[in-house]
């Protein structure tokens, strides 16, 4: 009894002594290792689908799963940008970006209070996310670990997926959320589409890039139920990405050093059997075939999605020449009126579900400008290499693929922080591929000097 009396006593101490330890053990280890932030970043976003993005704890304000890892992601990257010198490129727009988003935080917490920092709070994680992952030298082996990290929680989400998918139509009511049902949407999306996007781009890493050495081998061998799980989903958009990330990947086919019969031979296979459990089951088949009809037809929320963008984009304007420029304040009022199908007229105060409207809106002019920037280079950047035949290509490749994938994806959503942590991730690649190229000295100039050096020993007198 003494034994226990004294466990319980010392319990709190050694938590203490624990916490003051994790901390700094945490700071230093995303310091120092680039797969050690990707972890986290992948760990905090399956534990985000598995809270429905829901507040996880209320002290005063309500706290969400990626509050805390993201708060010191963010400080990791500020050390970093500012004390290391191996950062492969410090980029003037990304700089300039930041630097509107956090004065408009500034302003906004000061005029609105906490409603700014809840309302800026997906900004500042793809921020974060973003800053932490282009502050380290990106090679071959880091994006290696970008593409088996994407593969794992792919699986992760899949399995997360079937486990809901069982407990709904099983039906375990007891295991059921309080409001019976996952998602309000329809009761197949039992994750949101930023999780559908992931496994989809694990799909098409498997599918064009397992092949090339790239860490893709065993997303590969998965893409059956990656393909089905994409499908069962039922995320229209994530179809459309899906669809844009095969177009590329067939368009950058030699980069892979694949050919280009037998990726489609490997697509068709792989379609053919996630498809076939889809089209003997009559109601799940009935419910993908709605979905995509309604997509073509532009229904659904698809008229809804135009009047939303439409009305923010309205209100922005109306704000004046100083949210024209540099964007609405964190926390400003987002009730809007929009008209519906029917005429009649809707309030609304959710986001514009368009992140090209929603940085226009957030950034202004001058800070959607720098974003944009900054997005041309990467991809201009990934496309020149992607098409240069050598060993990089492949990596270009793929990571051009997610990038095309992402912003596809970004015509219906607004920003994700594992989706801007890949854009990070390229813009460090990219970065990182030109200081080499930059630094290798010019082939021909070493070839002439080498011949000139033996002109000169042969003209030596003996």
């Not at 509050?67 to 290391?84: E, H, N, S």
């Not at 609304?348 to 041309?376: D, E, F, M, Q, R």
């Amino acid at each position: 009894m003494d034994a226990l009396v004294y466990l319980v006593t010392a319990v709190p101490f050694l938590l203490a002594v624990l916490l003051g330890l994790a901390l700094p053990l945490f700071l230093l280890a995303a310091y120092r290792h680039f797969g050690f932030g990707l972890a986290v970043l992948c760990v905090v976003y399956w534990l985000d689908a598995v809270s429905l993005s829901q507040p996880v704890l209320r002290l005063g304000i309500q706290l969400y799963v990626p509050d805390l890892p993201m708060v010191l992601l963010g400080f990791v990257a500020l050390l970093r940008w500012l004390l290391r010198d191996d950062l492969p490129r410090r980029h003037a727009a990304w700089v300039l970006l930041a630097l509107v988003f956090f004065a408009g935080l500034g302003i906004g917490l000061v005029r609105h209070g906490t409603a700014a920092g809840v309302q800026a709070r997906p900004d500042y994680y793809a921020i974060a996310a973003a800053t932490y992952a282009m502050s380290f030298p990106i090679g071959a082996r880091q994006v290696r670990q970008v593409v088996q990290a994407l593969t794992v929680l792919s699986v992760a989400l899949l399995a997360l997926c079937v486990y809901r998918w069982i407990v709904y139509y099983g039906p375990l009511p007891d295991l059921l959320p309080p409001g019976g049902t996952y998602n309000v949407d329809g009761p197949a999306r039992v994750v949101g589409s930023n999780f559908a996007l992931v496994i989809a781009q694990a799909l098409l890493l498997g599918l064009f890039f397992g092949a090339v050495r790239l860490g893709a081998e065993a997303a590969r061998w998965l893409s059956p139920p990656l393909l089905a799980g994409t499908l069962v989903l039922q995320h229209r958009s994530v179809w459309l990405a899906a669809i844009v990330g095969v177009l590329l990947s067939l368009l950058l086919a030699r980069a892979q050093r694949v050919p280009l019969w037998q990726q489609l031979v490997l697509a068709g296979a792989v379609a053919f059997t996630a498809a076939a459990p889809v089209v003997f089951n009559q109601a799940l088949s009935d419910q993908v075939q709605s979905s995509a009809s309604r997509a073509l037809a532009g229904q659904g929320t698809v008229q809804a999605r135009f009047a939303n963008w439409r009305a923010t984009l309205e209100q922005w304007v109306g704000d004046g020449p100083r949210s024209i420029a540099l964007g609405r304040l964190p926390g400003s009022d987002t009730v809007r009126s929009v008209v519906t199908a029917s005429g009649g007229t809707l309030r609304i105060a959710y986001n514009p579900h368009n992140y090209y409207v929603s940085a226009l809106t957030s950034y202004g002019v001058l800070g959607a400008a720098a974003l944009a920037w900054v997005v041309l280079w990467v991809l201009g950047g990934l496309w020149r290499r992607a098409r240069a035949h050598d060993e990089e290509a492949p990596v270009s490749a793929a990571l051009l693929v997610l990038l095309g994938m992402q912003w596809v994806y970004y015509v219906a959503y607004t920003v994700d922080y594992l989706q801007f942590a890949l854009l990070g991730v390229a813009l460090a690649w990219v970065a990182q591929s030109e200081r080499k190229r930059a630094l290798a000295p010019d082939e021909g100039t070493r070839v002439a000097a080498g011949a000139h050096a033996v002109r000169r020993r042969g003209a030596a007198p003996a």
